[in-house]
């Protein structure tokens, strides 16, 4: 009985053995996950380097020469068009200034004078009591005195300017910066350097730069394979990696190219309520140029790459067969890679099961994500679970 048991767990573990073989993983057709496809507008995005530039920068400079007596700003504070910001010495200004006032004075009587004489004379001069050339010098002189006293009047408006250029105002609204000059120094209309210097921080513009080369290639696409223009919003990385949050919009392109770095300056504007961003900081601008219509978005798990560095994809075809496709992948869009070439409206793109997948193979195609469904066993496997068991038990 003993070698008859053993027997029987040998000739069982063969079957057993048997049946492993034939079921062993990858001998039948496997299943696979796809996803359709249709071409969809996506957006060029480009992600470039930039500077911060003020909206607007202007100097403050003095116009007239003199002692600056009192200085009427805080430093760093904002300030408004117009408002006093300097005073120069203005004593000599206000002299020349009431010097041009009486001459003004006196020419207009003077010319009032040379008026009166000349009304005299033309009735003398026609009953000849006087000579005719006496009246013609008469009426030049009181010409000469009329333009005497535009000539005063003009002085006059002169040192009245003068006068009022000894208050330096602010030339725009922003935020000023450190004064260079104090209480006391000597300035002039021609010193190169400013008294300050105000910038308006709000909006600002962001200057950046785009190679001219690949400026020359979206420009040529434009109008060709579904690409066109477009004005996308621009969105701001910061210098500590951070998202700006406000978007902004591309205002203009240079018409020239930079000879040293072959690059074209394109100007965007930012709101900037805050003061967060201030001139000079270095920045990264994501934005789009184009819109492509007809690209496609695949799952970034449906594209890998060959030897060659081509990105390439498993398409199901009518025989349900996994045919191997090479297309023009160049970027990413979230979660998708961007397709822009070798794809067609309606492939069915393999998304999952790739790990053993081998070209021109026949799968199984199911749409990707579907939930597995788990049958519970028929009776016929049920009985022969049950008789094997039994078997077992009696050997």
Do not use: H
């Amino acid at each position: 009985m003993t070698a008859c048991a053993l027997s029987a767990c040998s000739g069982g573990g063969d079957k057993a053995q048997g049946k492993g073989k034939g079921g062993q993983p990858g001998q039948g057709t496997p299943t696979v996950g796809y996803v359709v496809v249709q071409p969809t507008s996506v957006a060029m995005t480009t992600e470039l380097s930039g500077r911060t530039t003020a909206f607007e920068s202007s100097d403050v400079r003095p116009q007239v020469n003199g002692i600056i007596r009192r200085r009427f700003f805080t430093e760093g504070t904002l300030v408004k068009r117009g408002q006093p910001l300097y005073e120069i010495d203005p004593r000599l200004y206000r002299a020349a200034a009431n010097e041009a006032q009486a001459n003004l004075s006196s020419a207009q009587a003077n010319a009032q004078a040379q008026g009166i004489l000349a009304a005299r004379y033309k009735p003398l001069a026609e009953m000849e009591a006087i000579s005719k050339q006496d009246y013609t010098n008469a009426i030049a002189t009181s010409r000469q005195a009329t333009a005497s006293v535009a000539q005063t009047r003009a002085a006059l408006e002169t040192a009245r300017i003068n006068l009022k250029f000894t208050t330096v105002p602010a030339p725009i609204t922003g935020r000023i910066g450190r004064s260079l000059f104090t209480v006391g120094a000597l300035v002039s209309a021609s010193q190169t350097d400013p008294l300050a210097q105000i910038q308006r921080l709000d909006p600002m513009f962001v200057d950046i730069q785009q190679s001219s080369a690949d400026m020359l290639t979206l420009r040529r696409s434009l109008g060709q394979n579904g690409i066109v223009a477009t004005r996308a919003e621009v969105r701001l990385s910061l210098e500590d990696g951070s998202d700006y949050g406000a978007t902004g919009s591309v205002e203009f392109s240079e018409a020239l190219v930079n000879v040293e770095t072959g690059t074209v300056t394109l100007r965007a504007k930012f709101p900037n309520p805050q003061g967060l961003l201030l001139p000079g900081m270095f920045v990264r601008a994501r934005f789009a140029q184009a819109i492509n219509s007809r690209a496609f978005l695949v799952p970034q798990a449906g594209v890998s790459r060959d030897a060659k560095g081509n990105a390439t994809v498993y398409v199901i075809n009518a025989q349900n067969k996994a045919v191997q496709k090479t297309v023009k992948a160049d970027r990413t869009q979230g979660a998708f890679w961007v397709v822009t070439g070798g794809l067609n409206p309606g492939d069915k793109i393999v998304t999952q099961g790739l790990s053993k997948l081998a070209p021109n193979q026949s799968v199984k195609p199911v749409p990707a994500n579907s939930a597995q469904v788990i049958k519970p066993p028929s009776k016929e496997q049920q009985e022969k679970s049950g008789g094997s068991g039994g078997q077992g038990k009696g050997g």
